[in-house]
Nanobody, 115 residues
Framework: QVQLVESGGGLVQPGGSLKVSCTAAGIISRIYAMGWYRQAPGKQRELVASVTSGSRINYADSVKGRFTISRDNAKNTVALQMNSLKPEDTAVYYC?????????WGQGTQVTVSS
């Protein structure tokens, strides 16, 4: 069974920075991609950033230039460095992993951007 353990998140003022990290544990088959999604109250879950096993990176337009995703294939970890945070970045952030067994999700970590 695969578990995604997230850390980081919290409360930050507009313009500030936060980092969320995720480690995949358990019996993991071939990983195709890891990344982060977010869901704000009343909104659908949306992709924030992802990185494939071939290191192809994809960002949502709303976070380009502010967020940076990084992945350590050897450790099965993925991190999201978030800079210049805005109130509209407030959401629950979910770690995501895609392997031969399908999509896996973390439990989510709250990121709140507020003064």
């Amino acid at each position: 069974q695969v578990q995604l353990v997230e850390s980081g998140g919290g409360l930050v003022q507009p313009g500030g920075s936060l980092k969320v990290s995720c480690t995949a544990a358990g019996i993991i088959s071939r990983i195709y991609a890891m990344g982060w999604y977010r869901q704000a109250p009343g909104k659908q879950r949306e992709l924030v950033a992802s990185v494939t096993s071939g290191s192809r990176i994809n960002y949502a337009d709303s976070v380009k230039g502010r967020f940076t995703i990084s992945r350590d294939n050897a450790k099965n970890t993925v991190a999201l460095q978030m800079n210049s945070l805005k109130p509209e970045d407030t959401a629950v952030y979910y770690c995501n992993l895609v392997d031969t067994g399908g999509q896996r999700w973390g439990q989510g970590t709250q990121v709140t951007v507020s003064s």
